[in-house]
């Protein structure tokens, strides 16, 4: 049974930094695609940044340079590094992963991914 686990979230302030956690079982992270998604209420669910299995790399616009996907794969483990946060970095934080072989833009895509976590809250104030 896949699960997927998120924590790290929390408040900070405007240019802090935090660091988000995955922790996946019941499938090993090297064969999956994996991504980070990000939602407030009243909006659709948006990509973040996701890594596919093959390792190939897709941030959205508005974190490059400021946010770092990793995965240790001893661990299970995807973090999400992100510096430089802002007021409009607030939402709830998903992780999510899928067996798929999934490749640039398309690891934006929410509907492609078919586990996801619970969830962890980020706010940022101003």
């Known amino acids: 049974q896949v699960q997927l686990v998120e924590s790290g979230g929390g408040s900070v302030q405007s240019g802090g930094s935090l660091r988000l956690s995955c922790a996946a079982s019941?499938?090993?992270?090297?064969?999956?695609?994996m991504g980070w998604f990000r939602q407030v209420p009243g909006k659709e669910r948006e990509g973040v940044v996701g890594i596919g299995k093959d390792g190939n790399l897709m941030y959205t616009d508005s974190v490059k340079g400021r946010f770092t996907i990793s995965k240790d794969n001893a661990k299970n483990t995807l973090y999400l590094q992100m510096n430089s946060l802002k007021p409009e970095d607030t939402a709830m934080y998903y992780c999510?992963?899928?067996?798929?072989?999934?490749?640039?833009?398309?690891?934006?895509?929410?509907?492609?991914?078919?586990?996801w976590g619970q969830g962890t809250q980020v706010t940022v104030s101003s």
């Open positions: 019941g499938y090993t992270s090297r064969t999956y695609s």
């Open positions: 999510a992963a899928d067996p798929a072989l999934v490749y640039g833009r398309l690891l934006l895509n929410p509907s492609l991914f078919g586990y």
